[in-house]
């Protein structure tokens, strides 16, 4: 930098000036104990209000979960459930009833839930290929659908592991001998129906001689309008996790009784998986969870705590401000 | 290596300055009184007497045997450099590179050195893990940050190297006049040079590579070299040509010059030389004498003709100049093993998930059909993602440092420059200085600043110490008063005080102004003489002032002495009247221009004569104040030269009127022993004024005459000829014999104090670095009083210190039997700790003051340990004579046995090996020379810059560069931590719940611009306020920041974090729905809320560090956090294939889900909250010094005057507890005054 430069900087004060110089103007904030008494108090009127409407909002939500994995299975099969599941000539049906506590609006929301299932596998979540999915078999490189890939040495649409073992229980709900009104539409997320799987994807080659895994498709109704596939491809975070299966769309009565007639075909026998059939309104927030609600008046409340704490020890052990006596300096001085 | 070269030499150069006294004028003899000469010159030669001169005597018979052999090969064609382009002569261009890489080598050598670090070693091995199938992550997500991280460090590298190139280019293209054909010279660049060309170089130019010396500007071929860059020492050496080719002293002999010259190969050793020159068929052995050295400089003479022998590298002074040693910083050095510590974290988490894997494969996996055949083995992830943003913050420090316009020196146009960004935070940590003192804490220049003739002083009598003493009592006083609420009595000082105190508190820039006003009287800067050389002021004495003084005679004799006794000549100037003067000494030019000043003017040398232009006072007064100015010649009929054991030096002149007077000039106590009885009657009031000139770090010297019968003279005169004419190893004691014998019964006129002048802002300086608990070692080439007289001038010594000094006695010295002077130190060194314990007590500190030869001795094996104990322990280390070697030596030492932070400054080439040595290396760059430069990792224009250096951006960068590393590592733990939670949710089998590009921008994008903010503008508090707590700097050296407990807070503090951020979200978002519309969580949406939890929390967090909030915090800190979001949007929005889990992620999933945005809310605000609670109670209860000073600069702002009042109380109180530096001197001399006071009034 020259001479005049720095001339130049001197009479203007520019910000860049300001900035090589580490002069910029600054806020610096200083932690007082008023600040970090009304802090506290800030969090705890936050959260405990947020946590009380969440709480409340949680439990709106009706929620009925029925395990049926064991019970679905007749008693004669129980000690050897993995052989009555693999064994086709078996009827696989079976009934369950559901009893309705509480009024629960419609849309009523049906949920499997899978215990113990490990979607998130990363072996299970690479095995896709979402170029197929959206092209079909015009696009060929589906590598990363081993070991599902070929069938017969014809590609396998759609691919992969994922697919493959598509979970394919079904459930019809009857209410006093009426069949409840069920809709299975919109159940995946639109943007998945739109752009990741094809309109014109047909399944093909799928489940088809010795690689037969879960559910089967019907190979006329294009992937795009597959939402149980759909629903499937999106790999859950956790070894256990719901996944949508309709809607009841009529509201249910307290004391109703609903009888499920469901197919059993989904193998969770070989690896100690629990199946769930879970009824749930939901609420703004979303399902049936305390756990929010209940941090939230946790934390609310424990920050009011430390906000008393920190005033009673304030106003105990004061230490004045810009103590002069804690200064280094000083410090020596008094221990000689 | 060249070291030993340094140190042979320097025990030569010891030996030829005691023998100064020898060297008498007959050598110059030889010079013909045919040749032509201008009129009047004088011989240079003969008044520069060295005792280096003892020149033809010197035959290297047994060396001049070896040329030809191996290693002595070298042929030098003169003035054919045709003959050198090809081979076996073909020797290297004179162009010079001390850049480290070069276009090709650049990309290899680099890469090495960045992979040598553990970090960068580190995420390489994660980069190469990635390559593997194996991995987890995409390849690219690994490798991209790799190539940013080490890519920045090189372009760092790139640069700093570029600098050096500039600089190089700088130096090659530097022009030198060079033999054409014919006798005509013309300019030539230096890098063009070649071996075997002719070269002429003018008067104070450097010499352009190693020349061999033909002919000078003086007949006799001599000429005067000053060696400063080469090893430090300041005056000035004689180079002598060889007498045949003495008459090549023009430009037209040259065109037929021709002469072969075989001498040694290139090497480093630069006070040997060997060769032969063959010239007219005759060969004459050459040596050291005829060898002029790159890097030195042409002085006093108006140029001479050589041939150039060495070129480029091949010099000897190149040769010399060692690779500077990349250092690391104790901080960097420490990360090492964070990196080791959470690299063993990441492989016992690596393990745990491998094991788990296994186990579980074995046991359960084969039943999840879902996955088939599921036989590979999985590798855990690595989550590589130690990032190294440092280097780009640090080499924005050194940008900022460099800018500071503080630290720019307006007269040279000079501003600091950090070399090495890499230690920067060092610079915070460093507990000892070491510093050179000639170029460094002086300027080379000497002053003539006050003078007790007859028993009076002139020039001001108090010392600057009493000045600031009184004063600061004063304003004690008034603050008393004040307090006691004494308020109506107004006094001016009180208001002084007021409005200072005012500006303080407002913390303006005049702050530093005011509030050192105390001691910026130290400083002559403002009152800089107009007159170089001389700083005096006392209107009795000036113009011409003193003729109205009653002591009439003494003055006079006084200024006669300092006129005539000399060995100076005068120059004519551009200005009619004033004269400027060459003296071999600085000191002695400084007399010479005070008796100008006084109207003693010398203007005229002659072998015999010295005329004097004097101002008459007994003559007629002509006018009022217009006396006559008559010319008086004195005939100079010996001259008894100084030496340093003499110590003395007289002339004896005989006046117009035949009437002989000695004069003499010398130490004090050599003076008054030599004095005649009736030639004491000043002695007392002289002896006082002696004192206090010594408390101010003049250097005195008492001025003495006597009259000299013509019949003892004559009788004297005899005895002192013959003595003059012997020749033998007496000769020596005999001349001093006889010197004695006339220098007796000396009267006494007085003495003169000459300031070796400090540079602007030392005194300062030092005191504000002492206050800051630094502590400074003085090492210089000097002699020990010169290096006392500038330890009390910077006030690292005072007069109430206890002073040990060792040093051998001369007996010792003489018999140089190692274990008589081992036991002699030793002896020393024993009797000083035993008064050391003796006194700890008391408040007294101790000052070291070792000599070169005594610091040899105490340097061995068992000495060393009880002598750097001893060091240690003394307030202030002053070691004197010693050489470039011992000076890297005593570093090294200091640094090992003390394991403190050292810094080493300096400012010539002597002090290279310091430089390097130390922790920190600093050169002044002020001064001509740019080797002390070269090597150091920061270069100051002057050294008063070190203040501003250390205590403002060394105490900045070390909190932020410990801050941002602590940072760095809470961050990663986090981060990486959630990933590990996950692998134990996935059955360890390596799936990541974050997408790739989620995990590549988390270092590179989403938290990297509030690091950089942190590390580069992060204040503590503000640059006046550290300079007025110097004490704050303490930190550093202490390690508050970056102390183990500290790191492993840190890293628990990440641990704490990432639990709550990742078990926050699994519990809140699975398994029930998350949205009214009752759609469920899956991997995509979940990893992306987590990940919004993490980047709000490391943001957050590193906005709870920051104290010092710009609009450029505020920015990356919220804009980081933005720009998360909006990179999740634009990756979502790009085709599924591409965004992979992010896709629509935002738009359509999270976005819209209220739950997002309490989970978001709620995790940043626990996951902070254990730090939050962590630093208000240390706040509260604990408090650290910057939080103490934040709060009273900011909270006390807009309170009464009592608080301003506290504020500057609290600012004398943290000075207290230094031993060494102005302040502490006027404490103690305030203590003094006041038990002298108390004692006075219980006497009343």
């Known amino acids: 930098m020259t001479d005049t430069d720095r001339v130049r900087h001197r009479d203007t004060k520019t910000a860049f000036y300001l900035f090589t110089q580490q002069k910029l103007p600054a806020c610096k904030p200083v932690l007082t104990p008023a600040w970090v008494i009304t802090i506290f108090l800030f969090t705890g009127f936050i959260f405990i209000p947020l946590g009380l409407v969440t709480l409340r909002a949680s439990r709106s939500v009706i929620e009925i979960v029925e395990r049926y994995d064991t019970e679905c299975v007749p008693e004669p099969f129980r000690i050897d459930k993995v052989s009555y599941i693999q064994d086709d000539s078996i009827p696989k049906n079976c009934s369950l009833f559901l009893k309705v506590h509480k009024y629960m609006k419609a849309p009523i929301y049906i949920y499997y839930q899978l215990d113990n299932y490990y979607q998130n596998h990363r072996r299970y979540v690479k095995s896709r290929s979402d170029q197929q999915l959206l092209n079909g078999q015009k696009y060929q490189a589906t590598s990363s659908c081993q070991p599902v890939e070929f069938n017969n040495a014809r590609p396998i649409v759609p691919c992969g592991l994922i697919a493959w073992s598509l979970f394919n229980d079904t459930f019809t709900f009857i209410r006093e001998r009426a069949e409840l009104k069920v809709n299975r539409k919109n159940i995946a997320w639109k943007s998945d129906r739109d752009h990741k799987f094809g309109k014109n994807v047909y399944p093909s080659n799928f489940q088809n001689g010795t690689l037969i895994g879960g559910g089967k498709l019907n190979p006329r109704i294009p992937l795009s309008d597959q939402e149980d596939l759909i629903v499937w491809m999106r790999t859950s975070a956790l070894p256990s996790f719901r996944k949508l299966y309709g809607r009841i769309e009529e509201d249910l009565d307290a004391d109703d009784v609903v009888l499920v007639q469901l197919m059993n075909n989904y193998n969770t026998y070989s690896f100690g998986g629990k199946k769930k059939l879970v009824l749930s309104t939901s609420s703004w927030l979303g399902g049936k969870n305390d756990f929010f609600g209940l941090a939230c008046v946790f934390v609310g409340s424990s920050s009011l705590i430390l906000a008393i704490v920190f005033m009673l020890l304030h106003l105990k052990f004061q230490r004045p401000y810009g103590d002069k006596t804690c200064l280094p300096w000083n410090r020596k001085s008094l221990s000689g | ?1244």
Request: a negative charge; charged letters at 25%; aromatic letters at 10%.
């Open chain 2, 1 to 1244: 290596m060249t070291i030993v070269g340094i140190c042979s030499f320097f025990v030569e150069g010891q030996g030829s300055t005691a023998e100064e006294g020898a060297g008498t004028c007959e050598v110059v003899e030889i010079a013909a009184s045919t040749r032509r000469r201008k009129m009047g010159m004088v011989r240079w030669s003969k008044l520069y007497s060295f005792a280096c001169l003892r020149t033809s005597t010197y035959e290297p018979s047994a060396a001049q045997e070896l040329i030809g052999q191996p290693g002595f090969s070298r042929v030098v064609f003169c003035n054919e450099p045709h003959r050198h382009k090809r081979k076996p002569y073909k020797y290297p261009y004179n162009y010079i590179s001390t850049t480290k890489y070069n276009v090709l080598t650049f990309l290899p050598r680099a890469l090495f050195e960045q992979f040598r670090r553990v970090a960068n070693f580190y995420f390489l091995l994660a980069a190469v893990l990635s390559l593997a199938s194996l991995a987890p992550l995409s390849r690219a997500s690994l490798i991209v940050p790799l190539v940013f991280v080490v890519g920045i460090s090189m372009l760092k590298e790139a640069v700093e190297d570029w600098h050096r190139f500039l600089q190089d280019l700088n130096v090659n293209n530097r022009t030198v006049k060079a033999h054409a054909s014919n006798g005509e010279f013309v300019d030539k660049l230096w890098k063009e040079l070649r071996v075997g060309d002719v070269v002429k170089v003018n008067k104070d130019e450097y010499f352009p590579s190693d020349l061999l010396l033909l002919s000078s500007s003086y007949e006799d071929g001599v000429c005067y070299v000053e060696t400063m860059n080469l090893d430090g020492e300041t005056n000035l050496k004689i180079k002598r040509s060889l007498e045949d080719t003495l008459s090549l002293n023009e430009d037209e002999e040259f065109g037929r010059f021709k002469a072969t010259v075989r001498c040694e190969d290139p090497n480093p050793n630069l006070y040997t030389f060997v060769g032969n020159l063959e010239f007219e068929n005759e060969s004459h052995p050459l040596s050291p004498a005829q060898l002029l050295l790159r890097d030195s400089k042409l002085r006093n003479t108006d140029y001479v003709y050589g041939v150039v022998i060495f070129s480029g590298h091949d010099t000897k002074a190149v040769r010399n100049s060692t690779r500077s040693p990349s250092k690391r910083s104790r901080v960097e050095r420490k990360m090492d093993h964070i990196i080791y510590l959470l690299f063993s974290m990441l492989l016992l988490v690596s393990l745990v998930s491998s094991i788990g894997s296994s186990l579980l494969m074995k046991h359960d996996m084969d039943d999840w059909w879902y996955l088939q055949l599921p036989d590979d083995n999985k590798v855990p992830d690595l989550e590589g993602s130690d990032s190294k943003k440092e280097d780009l913050v640090k080499v924005l420090q050194a940008m900022l440092i460099n800018k500071d316009i503080e630290m720019y020196d307006e007269a040279a146009c000079k501003s600091v420059q950090a070399r090495t960004s890499n230690l920067n935070e060092e610079l915070g940590q460093v507990e000892m200085i070491l510093s050179d003192k000639t170029g460094t804490l002086t300027c080379n220049q000497m002053e003539f600043r006050k003078c007790s003739i007859a028993g009076i002083s002139y020039g001001g009598d108090t010392t600057e110490v009493d000045l600031a003493a009184s004063k600061r009592m004063n304003a004690d006083f008034e603050a008393c008063q004040f307090s006691i609420g004494e308020s109506d009595r107004i006094s001016q000082s009180f208001e002084v005080s007021n409005f200072s105190a005012e500006k303080a508190v407002l913390g303006c820039p005049e702050v530093q102004d005011n509030a050192n006003k105390g001691i910026s009287r130290l400083s002559r800067t403002e009152e800089e003489s107009v007159i170089k050389g001389f700083n005096f002021r006392d209107d009795r004495l000036m113009n011409k002032n003193w003729i109205h003084r009653s002591s009439l005679l003494e003055i006079t004799m006084f200024f006669r002495v300092m006129a005539l006794c000399h060995t100076g000549i005068p120059i004519e100037d551009d200005k009619i009247d004033k004269l400027r003067y060459e003296a071999e000494s600085p000191e002695e030019v400084a007399f010479l221009i005070a008796s100008q000043e006084f109207e003693f003017q010398f203007c005229r040398r002659t072998q015999s004569v010295m005329v004097l232009k004097e101002f008459d006072p007994s003559g007629k007064e002509v006018e009022r104040y217009h006396f006559k100015v008559i010319f008086r010649e004195y005939k100079l009929l010996n001259l008894l030269e100084f030496s340093s054991s003499r110590k003395r030096m007289s002339v004896i002149v005989s006046n117009e009127d035949g009437q002989i007077f000695l004069l003499c000039k010398g130490a004090d106590s050599i003076i008054f022993d030599r004095l005649a009885d009736n030639g004491r009657t000043y002695e007392q009031a002289t002896t006082l004024h002696l004192s206090n000139y010594a408390e101010d770090g003049f250097r005195t010297l008492a001025f003495a005459y006597r009259i000299v019968e013509a019949a003892e003279y004559e009788c004297w005169n005899t005895a002192f000829t013959k003595a003059k004419t012997t020749v033998g190893p007496e000769r020596e004691e005999l001349l001093e014999k006889a010197s004695e014998m006339i220098e007796k019964d000396l009267i006494l006129l007085g003495v003169a104090a000459v300031e070796d002048k400090l540079q602007k802002g030392v005194p300062e300086c030092i005191d504000k670095l002492a206050q800051a608990g630094l502590k400074i070692w003085l090492l210089t080439g000097d002699k020990r009083e010169t290096a006392i007289n500038i330890g009390f001038a910077c006030s690292l010594l005072r007069q109430d210190m206890k002073q040990f000094h060792l040093s051998l006695s001369r007996e010792a010295e003489s018999n140089n039997q190692v274990k008589a002077m081992k036991e002699e130190i030793l002896h020393q060194i024993e009797n000083s700790y035993k008064v050391m314990c003796e006194e700890r007590n008391k408040e007294a500190p101790f000052a070291l003051v070792i000599d070169g030869k005594a610091f040899e001795i105490a340097l061995r094996g068992d000495v060393k340990d009880e002598f750097l104990q001893l060091a240690v322990n003394c307030a202030s280390v002053i070691c004197c004579r010693v050489s470039p070697k011992q000076k890297a030596l005593i570093t090294r030492l200091v640094k090992e046995y003390t394991g403190k932070t050292t810094l080493a400054i300096g400012d010539g080439a002597n002090d290279v090996g310091m430089i390097q040595e130390a922790d920190i290396g600093v050169g002044i760059s002020g001064m001509e020379g740019m080797q002390a430069v070269m090597a150091s990792d920061f270069s100051l224009p002057q050294f008063r810059f070190l203040e501003r250096l250390l205590i403002v951006h060394g105490h900045w960068c070390y909190q932020r560069i410990s801050k941002m590393v602590l940072y760095f590592v809470y961050k990663n733990v986090a981060f990486g931590l959630t990933l590990f939670y996950f692998e134990l949710y996935t059955s360890f089998s390596g799936e990541v719940l974050y997408d790739d590009w989620y995990m590549t921008m988390f270092n590179v994008l989403l938290t990297s611009l509030p690091v950089i903010a942190l590390g580069v503008l992060e204040q503590d508090v503000s640059s006046d306020v550290c300079l007025q707590f110097p004490a704050l700097y303490q930190q550093g050296p202490r390690n508050v920041h970056f102390k183990w407990s500290r790191i492993i807070g840190w890293i628990l503090n990440g641990v704490v974090s990432s639990l709550v951020i990742f078990l926050a979200n699994i519990y809140i978002l699975s398994p029930s729905a998350y949205r009214q519309n009752g759609y469920v969580a899956d991997i995509s949406s979940l990893g992306a809320i987590t990940y919004t939890c993490i980047i709000w929390t490391v943001n957050c967090q590193i906005a709870l560090i920051t104290s010092h909030f710009t609009w450029i915090q505020h920015l990356s800190i919220w804009g980081s956090i933005l720009l998360w979001y909006i990179f999740l949007v634009l990756y979502g929005a790009l085709p599924p294939y591409l965004s992979g889990k992010a896709f629509h992620v935002f738009i359509e999933e999270i976005g819209p889900a209220p739950l997002y945005w309490m989970v978001t809310l709620l995790v940043v605000i626990v996951s902070l909250l254990p730090y939050f609670i962590h630093i208000v109670i240390q706040r509260s209860f604990n408090p650290m010094d910057d939080h103490i000073i934040q709060e009273m600069k900011y909270c006390f702002r807009k309170d009464d005057v009592t608080d301003n009042q506290t504020w500057i109380r609290e600012q004398r109180n943290s000075q207290r507890s230094t031993r060494i530096g102005f302040s502490a001197r006027v404490d103690a001399k305030i203590v003094i005054q006041r038990t002298v006071a108390s004692k006075e009034t219980i006497n009343l």
